[in-house]
């Protein structure tokens, strides 16, 4: 019997997940925080700006990023999204782009961000939910943690404090 090459990946991952929960399962963080073994290589990463013009980082390299999908009915997302701008400026050699999933309109995000005191990070967009479907989204928010090579390195699935010593710490790793 031969065993498909995607049931092997999704065994790897569910392992790989068990496994990271039960190394780090004093931090609170790690229960929503998976660090890929081997990084993964990401074939394209386009979504738009506020202005829906093109913003490509597939060959971005040098810096680490955190792509973070979110929208402003997610309520988890309003939790998180202040301890994002917050870790941008605490590691602010970290580059942040926070990609609304819903279609683009910038008085509601406008709005969306005034309501919750974010007053920093841009806004951008994945219209066509490309990268939705590229990163293989179950839910909202979710946040793929990019390495200076321009690999995914892990993925935040659901709400964290980005602030927190515990997830800074575990960045710095990577610098």
């Known amino acids: 019997m031969k065993i498909s090459k995607s049931f092997k990946i999704y065994i790897h991952i569910i392992v790989l997940s068990l496994l ?10 790690s229960k929503n925080v998976i660090i890929h073994e081997k990084p993964l290589i990401i074939s394209e990463l386009k979504f738009k700006d506020a202005n829906l013009q093109d913003v490509d980082l597939s060959n971005k390299r040098g810096k680490i990023m955190i792509i973070n999908f979110w929208a402003t009915w997610c309520e988890p997302c309003r939790k ?4 994002l701008e917050k870790l941008s400026v605490t590691l602010p050699e970290i580059n942040i782009f926070a990609v609304n999933t819903e279609k683009p309109n910038n008085i509601k995000v406008d709005k969306f961000f005034k309501d ?7 806004t951008y967009y994945d219209p066509e939910l490309r990268l939705v479907r590229e990163f293989r989204l179950r839910g909202l928010p979710t946040s793929i943690l990019i390495d200076k090579e321009g690999k995914e390195f892990g993925k935040v699935i659901g709400e964290i404090d980005f602030a927190s010593d515990e997830f800074v710490n575990l960045l710095k790793k990577y610098f």
């Open 80 to 83: 998180e999204m202040p301890s």
């Open 20 to 29: 990271s929960q039960n190394l780090v399962g004093a931090e609170d963080f």
């Open 116 to 122: 919750i005191g974010v007053k920093k990070l841009k």
